[in-house]
């Protein structure tokens, strides 16, 4: 008996498609989106997290390698000063990647309880790039700063 006929697609061409299909499948999810943000669209996505409010320089120190070796573990270490008392400290500290697919990398949220607003951690780098930390205060107030790290190997599918 020769193979199943359904709906005009034989076992062997089912299969042969169905092959077909995972192959297509796996191509497109090796090749890297070579699509980054922008300026344009990191600011957006700072205002989306702070509104229309005016940052301020100051307050805040990013510890980051001038060169990172390794785009895949680019070490980080924020801190914001602030008395972390009931009156004045730390809310928020959001941490952007300019040239990265998505510019969000984290953040972080902080009570008078933590005693300081401080933050170490290890974050993709797909390439050289500008890495900004905005803060957010109990008062109202944002502060933002930026480092630039050079990446000399891509983490983002670079």
Not at 5 to 20: I, K, T, V
Not at 60 to 88: C, F, Y
Not at 128 to 141: K, Q, W, Y
């Amino acid at each position: 008996m020769k193979g199943r006929d359904y709906q005009g697609l034989s076992r062997r061409g089912f299969l042969a498609a169905a092959g077909g299909g995972a192959v297509l499948a796996a191509t497109i999810t090796i090749v890297p989106l070579d699509a980054n943000a922008d300026m344009a669209s990191t600011k957006k996505a700072i205002a989306k997290i702070i509104g229309d409010k005016e940052t301020q320089s100051g307050r805040i120190t990013i510890k980051a390698p001038q060169i990172a070796e390794n785009g895949r573990v680019v070490p980080l270490t924020m801190m914001v000063d602030s008395p972390m008392t009931e009156s004045d400290y730390v809310k928020s500290l959001h941490v952007f990647v300019q040239n990265n697919p998505n510019p969000e990398i984290a953040s972080f949220h902080f009570t008078p309880e933590c005693g300081e607003a401080h933050v170490s951690f290890r974050c993709r780098m797909g390439q050289t790039s500008p890495v900004i930390a905005v803060a957010e205060m109990s008062d109202g107030s944002v502060y933002q700063t930026d480092v630039n790290v050079k990446v000399t190997i891509g983490g983002c599918g670079g």
